[in-house]
């Protein structure tokens, strides 16, 4: 009798199991490979644009969040994709561009592609970066900003601006990467590296108080992977590709 069911019952369900084990594998190998040649085809402007938006990005789409304490090694040897580019190009699903959109709105005050350009001119103003590029732009007519440097804050605020806007159909992304191809010198001048801008955003959100409970506790452990993951955008892109 055990030999029958071991025969009709548990063999073929081992087999089935293995079966099963085998075609995810064979998924996420061919995943993997689809998002290389995504990563591959990206221009340095997009990732950088990304990079520069990718603490908000990270918070938003809880990249790195678990309720469980995960090792500290990481496995993973590329980077997640939607933090090192945008648009439809970053493959996000309708409930994240949702999310953009919810936090632009209630976060940025933005509803339009022209309110976006707003947003990010007046946030760069802040950070003392003029751009030909956003000329035209109308002036904000918010408050002055706070003489306190908040630099880095303020080029991160203008990025997520900038490259949410793709995310949700609000400007087109050859707009936006014509303005972060006259920024991003400008930026790299502010700054020595990745870790430089992280540390100094993390330090000014903490005086902005930006983020508050547990999203500020989440910003600050995305800070630090996006600084130390080896899945992290900043671990795969220069921050000058001359350096």
């Known amino acids: 009798m055990f030999e ?3 025969e009709y019952i548990i063999k073929p369900f081992k087999e089935g199991k293995e079966e099963a084990r085998k075609e995810v594998e064979q998924e996420k190998r061919e995943q993997d490979q689809r998002t290389r040649d995504t ?3 990206l221009t ?10 990718a603490p908000f990005r990270a918070v938003l789409f809880l990249d790195w969040f678990s309720l469980f304490k995960k090792e500290e090694v990481d496995f993973e040897d590329q980077p997640i994709l ?3 580019c945008f648009g439809e190009t970053a493959n996000l699903n309708e409930e994240d561009i949702r999310s953009l959109k919810v936090q632009q709105e209630t976060s940025f005050n933005i509803f339009s592609g022209e309110e976006a350009l707003i947003v990010a001119k007046a946030s760069l103003q802040a950070a003392d970066i003029q751009l030909l590029s956003l000329r035209e ?3 904000s007519s918010e408050a002055a900003h706070s003489k306190i440097n908040f630099t880095a804050l303020e080029i991160g605020i203008a990025a997520m601006a900038l490259v949410s806007a ?7 992304k050859d707009q936006v990467l014509a303005i972060f191809e006259e920024l991003i010198p400008k930026v790299q001048e502010k700054f020595e590296g990745w870790e430089h801008y992280g540390t ?4 000014q959100e903490a005086i902005v108080k930006f983020n508050t409970g547990f999203s500020r506790k989440q910003f600050e452990g995305d800070i630090k992977n996006l600084i130390h993951k080896s899945n992290s955008p900043w671990q795969y892109l220069k921050w000058n590709l001359y350096s």
């Open 39 to 41: 990563i591959a085809d």
């Open 44 to 53: 340095y402007t997009e990732m950088f644009a990304a990079c520069l938006a």
């Open 137 to 139: 732009v109308s002036e």
């Open 4 to 6: 029958i069911i071991k």
């Open 82 to 84: 939607h933090l090192l």
């Open 200 to 203: 100094r955003l993390l330090d």
């Open 166 to 172: 793709v995310d949700t159909s609000l400007l087109q």
